[in-house]
């Protein structure tokens, strides 16, 4: 598994996630609970993390990258 990409908020790696499986790639999220604790560190130190399958993480990179550009 590697990370895509971190987020400030568990809302935001739900959002990204759901444009991984709209590309048919499955994803986890790391620290999403901890970051619901509301701790001002907390965001800093444990960021939500958004992984994917070694074989699906260029194809995940791009994904997002069109995604932000089309916002």
Known sequence: ???VERYDSAFA???AKGRLK???IE???VNEYLNYVGLP???ATAPVE???ADEDYEL???V???SSNAL
């Open 1 to 3: 598994m590697k990370v």
């Open 13 to 15: 790696a739900e959002l």
């Open 22 to 24: 709209a590309e048919g």
């Open 27 to 29: 994803s986890c999220i």
């Open 41 to 43: 560190l907390n965001r």
């Open 50 to 52: 958004l992984c994917v």
């Open 60 to 62: 995940a990179v791009n």
């Open 64 to 66: 997002l990258a069109t």
